[in-house]
Structures are given as C-alpha cells and as structure tokens.
C-alpha cells in the first residue's frame, strides 16, 4: 500500500467531520496506525512474496533456542521450493498456495560461535548472520516489566556494565492491533547487548538473563514486549478468550472496528449504556435539562476530580453538568462538542440527546451535535465519566472546552462544572473496555507484539502484570491460566517455564484488617502457581513502596525471576521462592499453619500480619509463633475461625522469610 493509498484512507475517514480537531487528529492517528500495519502486511507479502523472506523476528544478532529442533518461516512465491542452509546444514520447504513456508532444521547444543543463516528460492536471496545458539526467554507485562534499565536503582553503572557479546536483546515495541500481524516494526531487531541496546531495555528481564547466563555459560536471548498500564486480556489472543468464555461480545465488536471503526465504536457505546443501566438506574434522568441539578457540588473544568475534597482517593462515575447559552442563530448552526481530555471513559450528552462515548485518559472529545438538538438560550451539556484508576475526570484548559460552530466561532463552556458522585468502582466492577484500545481492549497486544513472535522457539516465559487488574481478582483466577495456555500453545512450548512476578507493595499501610484489592490480586497469582507446577512465583511484596508503584530494585526482582528458571528450566536443586501455605487446621485451642518450608522472623520474635476470619469476613490479627515449617495461631476464645489470612493488605508489613532470605507469599486459607 502506497502513502498516497494511505492519505486517500484518512481523508475519506475525515471527509464531512473538522478535520482540524483534536478528537479527530487523535482518531486519525490510531488510523494511521493499524493502516501503517496494515501496509507492511501487504509489503511482507505482496513485492517481496516472488522471493523467500524470512518472518521479521529472524534478523542478524538473533539466538536460536538450543536444543530443540530450529523452526524457521517466512513467505515465498506461492508452491515455492525454499532452500536454508545453516552454517553448513541443509534444509528444504515448499511454500503453500499463500507463499508461507515453514522449515525444521536439526536441534544444535549452545555455542558461543556465530552462525550464518542463507535461505534461496530461484534467484532471490536472503541472509542473516551472527546468529547464536542458547537460551530465548520472552519477557512481557506492564510498566514494571517495561521499567527501563536507565531508571533502575544503580541504572546508569548497570548499563555501562551491560556489554556481553553472548547476550542479545529484542525490543519488540508498542504496538496494538485488532488483527494479528506477522510483522514486527521495521526498528524491531536483535542487538548484541552494550550500553546502547540496554539503557532502555526491561530491567528485569536484563538481569534475569545476565544471571541466567552467568549460571548457564550459555548465550541467551531475552525478547522485551511490554505496554505500561495494559490489563491482561490484551495480552490473550482471540483463540484464547474465545475458548474461555465471557468475551464473545466484545470479540465481535473489535472484529466489526477492524472492518468499520464507526460500527465498532456505536456498539461498544450501546455495551457501555447497558452496563450503566444495570449499575446505575438512579441516574436515569441526570442528562435531561430539565433535570434540577440545583444541589450538585461544583468543581473547576480543567482539573482531575482527585484535587476536590472527598474525592482524593475516587475511582468509579461521576457525572459532569454546564450549560451553555446561544442566540437563536448560533443554535440553528451546525456544531462540535469540544471536551478536551477525559480520564478515563465518558458518554456525553447535550440536551439530553447522546453525542458520543471515548474511552482514553488523554484523548480529547470532539463529538458532532446533531442537527436540531442545540436551542436558543439555555442548553445542557452533561458528562457521565467513568474513572478506573488513577486521576479521574474532565481535565485540561476550560479555554479549549465548549461548542465550535460552524462559522468558526467558539462558545466557552465555563470554568466549572456540577457534579454528583454515581457510583464507586468497588461496587460495580469495571465497565466494558473499548475492544480495539491498546493496553485496555481484547487481544490487540497480542495481535501486535505477541502474535509476530509466535512460533519462535523459546526456553520459557516471564510475566510481570496485575496492577492494572487489581480491582478484577475474580476473573483474573480465570485469565491467568489462560494466558500461561495460549501463549504455550503459540509458541508451540507446552509445559515451557512460565515464570511470574507477585505485585510489590503499594497503597497505604493499616493497622487494622480490611479489604485489599492488591493482596487479592496476590493470592490469585499464589494460587496460580500451587496449581501448574512449570510456573514460579517471584514475590516482590516487599520491594515495594506505599507511595510509588514503580519500586526502582529491579535487580532483586531479576534475580528472583533467575532463581525461578535455574530451578524449573535448568534442573537446580534450590528454593527459589519464599515459604507458602500448604494447610491450617486445627489443634486444641490452636490453629497450626504449614509451610511449604521452615521460616524465620527478622527483626521480631513473632512474625506480623496474620490474621482469623469468621464466616462473615470479620477478620482480627492474632499472636503467631514459628516452629520450623509452622506457624501456631492462638485463637481468641468463642472466635470461630473459617480461615487464616496472612499479609492482607495492599501494603503489608513483612518480616517472615525463608532461610533463603526471600518473603513469605500472603495468603488466604481456608481452616480444615
């Protein structure tokens, strides 16, 4: 597809809207984005299929997966014979009627010594060299996976120790799509890790490998897709969800964006009335005009709503009121709602009548005003804004919020806006996500950043995410697994090490029992690795921070992961995580926890943070006391105990460990 191609696109796309406005320029540059894809799918397969060309992910510098058969792709002229030849090895394919090849070649050890990789169909030829046998470990997650080595504890000095030419680095790059590619981004390669290819590569998954190759003497490869703030089901293919259940919709709406964003958007909004109908039917008529709004709070127009008291800590909907007034020729004028950005979710209204739903913290609303709907005099702008996490709110210059007419002229909105708090997050759950959006929607992380990967051969995975499914545990219990099974099935590893990070501390500390969402989220990623015994569990509960959910020791949590895959990959005989529950029960007056391990209590004689629940979630701290591998809990008299918590809190307070130094996992059991 041409540039010409791809302008003629975006200009129909744009034709009867103001193609000058922020809503739009930001649209138009997620159209840029899946057209630009869209055009080096074509490029992959339509000039270069008359000559074999190897999948993207195989470029100079690459490490093949030691000891496992070679699996090798690309596309070729349809029914093509391709021939490969690795350092000496033959090897031949044909291509399908779609010109797709697949080769094996024969397993190879580890080897230090470069190899040279030629494939050849008629006269056309492609090769890349420099290649090394080792060990590739695909590291994915969020921001704390994506946390650069730059901005790691002792970052800089890392970075300037990070020259091995037996460890290469490939950063696959953001990328989100609603279909599967199988092109990574041009600037997508392999490089011999340095000070250059390092300083903005996953910290964590840096020092995994670096500890993972010091252990091994063997080359590794270590690939970095990460999205900061992405939920977990963007990182599940389609296949995946779809066998899970529960996403069908949202699969279809994504399948109708990616043919025709207009019909996507229009039903991902009528999800979105559905669920505010069910979650909040008190807010039926709080887009009328008529509606009397006389006792709403105010608050300013260009700020997040955590800035007012009450809402410092507010995660859930909130709606928004103004009103603007117009002449009678101003109303008879066509007209676009400018909102500026809104975090996270809104369905705006003027006069009653929807204009439009957004999902983007950062995106700024432009939404049409259809005719007929703008009066003289008074006329009602409401918000409903849906915040799930983070600030919240209508925010930005008030200057740049209001109605655009079609003469040119702009009516300011105001300084502020009313506002009634709906409903909390904690109480509905998460609204439905706009499918196609990157880091929040079903699957486009996968489309773009996973899927060209697959089927590359790897040793095994690490996974560090959850922060932004904290509210979700439940289902995450569901999703978890799924994603461990998609992705094995992807890359054709089943049984492959799935090594995964347990959310660091962060949110206020307590010095009473409660809810916690983050210890929830925990005990879900605990019970995942109890079930599947190819999975490990790196606990970083306490390398976090109350304050800031980006601990900067991303060394310790490297070497937790390393420790995990020399046991589970490479056969050590190690604990390579802390002591977790096997059982409670009871014992006279007592309740006795086992570990999977002796345990021992720094800096106290008792260790803190257990807790008895009854059966209606009443739950107290009691005295624990060590004895070996457990744990004896005095019961209160009459307290009937159902289960055993131990550090439930989004920040808890640690001080049992294993003799390997590293923290117990916190818990939920139930008392047998």
């Not at 002229?77 to 350092?87: H, I, M, Q, R, Y």
Request: hydrophobic share 45%.
């Amino acid at each position: 597809m041409s540039g010409v191609a791809v302008d003629i696109l975006i200009l129909s796309l744009s034709k009867d809207e103001d193609i000058g406005s922020p809503e739009l320029l930001t649209r138009r540059h997620s159209v840029v984005r899946h057209l630009l894809a869209g055009a080096a799918a074509l490029a992959f397969a339509g000039p270069a299929a008359a000559a074999p060309l190897l999948a993207s992910v195989f470029t100079d510098h690459a490490v093949l997966q030691r000891d496992q058969p070679i699996r090798v792709w690309g596309v070729a002229a349809p029914n093509a014979v391709v021939a490969l030849d690795l350092s000496g090895e033959q090897g031949l394919a044909t291509a399908d009627a779609k010109g797709r090849w697949v080769a094996l070649l024969d397993a190879r050890p580890a080897t230090g010594q470069p190899l040279t990789l030629t494939v050849k169909a008629g006269e056309a030829t492609q090769t890349v060299s420099d290649l090394l046998m080792g060990d590739v470990w695909l590291c994915s997650g969020q921001s704390n996976m994506e946390y650069p080595l730059r901005r790691a504890l002792n970052g800089e000095a890392e970075a300037a120790g990070a020259t091995d030419p037996h460890v290469r680095l490939l950063q696959t790059g953001r990328t989100s799509l609603p279909n599967p590619t199988d092109t990574l981004p041009a600037q997508a390669a392999w490089r011999v890790s340095s000070y250059e290819s390092a300083n903005n590569f996953s910290a964590a998954c840096f020092f995994m490998g670096r500890d993972i190759r010091k252990s091994t003497h063997a080359p590794v490869g270590l690939i970095d897709a990460t999205w900061g703030g992405s939920i977990i089901q963007d990182w599940i293919s389609g296949q995946g969800l779809k066998a899970l259940g529960g996403y069908d919709e949202g699969l279809s709406v994504l399948a109708d964006y990616a043919k025709d964003p207009a019909k996507g958007m229009a039903r991902w909004g009528a999800m979105l009335d559905r669920w505010a109908a069910r979650v909040e039917p008190h807010a039926a008529g709080w887009a009328r005009p008529d509606f009397d709004d006389r006792a709403w709070t105010t608050m300013p127009a260009e700020q997040f709503w955590e800035t007012n008291p009450g809402l410092e800590t507010f995660d859930g909907t909130i709606w928004l009121r103004a009103e603007i007034a117009l002449t009678k020729a101003q109303a008879a004028q066509g007209a676009t709602l400018l909102l500026g950005p809104i975090d996270d979710i809104d369905t705006s209204f003027v006069n009653g009548r929807q204009v439009g739903s957004q999902e983007g913290w950062d995106f700024k609303r432009a939404y049409a005003v259809p005719a007929g709907t703008l009066k003289p005099g008074r006329n009602v702008i409401a918000v409903r804004a849906i915040d799930v996490g983070g600030g919240g709110g209508a925010w930005g210059p008030a200057k740049d919020k209001g109605l655009k007419l079609a003469d040119g002229s702009f009516v300011p909105l105001g300084g502020t806006w009313r506002y009634k708090v709906s409903t909390k997050l904690s109480d509905t759950g998460l609204p439905p996500h706009a499918p196609w959006l990157g880091t929040s929607g079903l699957s486009t992380l996968h489309n773009g950043m996973i899927a060209p990967l697959a089927p590359y051969a790897v040793k095994g995975f690490a996974w560090y995410q959850g922060e932004a499914n904290v509210t979700e545990a439940k289902e995450y219990a569901r999703l978890m697994p799924a994603l461990i099974a998609d992705w094995r099935r992807a890359f054709d590893a089943p049984g492959a090490p799935f090594l995964m990070v347990q959310l660091a501390a962060f949110g206020p500390q307590v010095d009473k029992p409660g809810v916690s969402r983050w210890a929830e989220l925990r005990d879900v990623q605990r019970r995942t690795v109890a079930a599947d015994p190819n999975t490990g569990l790196a606990s970083a509960v306490d390398l976090g921070s109350p304050y800031d959910i980006h601990p900067a020791d991303k060394l310790q949590v490297g070497l937790r992961l390393s420790g995990l895959a020399r046991k589970l990959a490479y056969g050590e005989a190690l604990k390579a995580s802390g002591p977790a529950p096997v059982s409670a029960v009871r014992d006279g007056a007592d309740i006795v926890v086992t570990l999977d391990q002796p345990a021992v209590v720094y800096g106290s004689g008792r260790p803190a943070g257990f807790e008895l629940c009854e059966a209606a979630e009443a739950c107290r701290f009691v005295d624990a006391a060590v004895e070996g591998d457990k744990v004896r809990l005095a019961v209160p008299t009459g307290y009937a105990a159902v289960k055993v918590r131990f550090a439930w809190a989004d920040s808890p307070v640690l001080n049992l460990h294993g003799h390997n130094r590293l923290p117990a996992t916190p818990f939920e059991i139930p008392v047998r």
